[in-house]
């Protein structure tokens, strides 16, 4: 059974918008961060490395039937969308570089307000903490495709890398791999639920090394057909790092590296998938640290 052209060509041109979209964000990121040297660089780019990493870990799966047997294949397109809290938008900063006296300041975040705050020092100096790009959520797209199956095993893969136009940021790129496996199968048909297990890794750049992520998550996922409905939940552990480098302004500039910590967290998801014929989609909200919400359409058989 093949897939639609028209429908394949409307869904990759809602993805390449919200690809763009996010590339233009990390150039004005990568301008506004230049203006810090040390620990505060951490405590600004924080709530983008959550929301990357709540964004990866999303949409990976709108039911948890798998077939045991027979040749399956979804072509998909998921959006993902990180929702900043109100705590999100500033951090604990301190003066930098000598500038006297040392000052603690609640600056704005990346996703903080666009204005900046500014310190009077001594002898008439004066430090500026920059402003952020003053988001309420960040948003991801990406194209997905699921193969099976084998004895209830399924792979999926995600994939995409775009550059636009001349943009200084230079290109985006993610590659995602897990499979997931039908485990209701151990259980008999009196069953009443459709179970699976999956694992997947992924590794997402922005630019010539100006961010490096890598996200993993291992879960348990459930779901229960009628008709064509299927609402599903899952339970699973996550972890994400991030690595960023970028100049500092000035003359002459300083190359810095920030490795920032780990996020290792549970996060539940709650969704409900639809399928008519070929066509399907789902919608979910994911509940942990940093929530986001997911949306897909795919077309396959």
Not at 214 to 238: H, M, R
Request: hydrophobic share 45%.
């Amino acid at each position: 059974m093949r897939v639609p052209a028209r429908c394949v060509k409307v869904a990759l041109c809602v993805l390449l918008l919200l690809v763009w979209a996010s590339q233009a964000g990390a150039q004005s990121a990568e301008t506004q961060l230049s203006a810090y040297t040390g620990e505060n660089a951490e405590g600004y780019l924080q709530p983008l490395a959550n929301a990357f990493g709540a964004n990866l870990n999303s949409g990976l799966f709108r039911s948890a039937h798998i077939p045991l047997e027979g040749v399956n294949v979804s072509v998909e397109v998921v959006a993902m969308m990180a929702l900043f809290a109100d705590e999100d938008a500033t951090f604990e900063a301190t003066t930098e570089e000598g500038f006297h006296p040392e000052t603690p300041v609640d600056a704005p975040t990346v996703v903080g307000s666009g204005e900046a705050v500014t310190v009077d020092g001594t002898w008439g100096t004066t430090f500026a903490f920059p402003g952020g790009l003053d988001l309420n959520s960040f948003a991801l797209a990406a194209p997905q495709v699921r193969i099976g199956s084998f004895r209830g095993t399924e792979a999926i893969i995600r994939y995409i890398a775009v550059e636009v136009g001349d943009s200084d940021i230079g290109n985006v790129s993610l590659l995602g791999l897990g499979a997931r496996h039908n485990v209701s199968q151990y259980f008999g048909p009196a069953f009443p639920v459709d179970m699976a297990v999956g694992f997947f890794w992924q590794k997402f750049d922005v630019g010539d090394d100006f961010i490096a992520a890598n996200a993993t998550t291992f879960g348990v996922q459930a779901s229960k057909s009628f008709g064509f409905i299927e609402p599903y939940a899952g339970l699973a552990f996550d972890s994400f790092s991030m690595d960023v480098t970028y100049e500092t302004g000035g003359s002459p500039s300083e190359e810095v590296d920030i490795s920032l910590d780990s996020e290792s967290s549970v996060h539940m998801t709650l969704g409900v998938g639809l399928q008519v014929a070929i066509v399907s989609a789902f919608a979910e909200y994911n509940i942990a640290g940093q929530s986001s919400l997911a949306f897909g359409i795919g077309f396959g058989f």
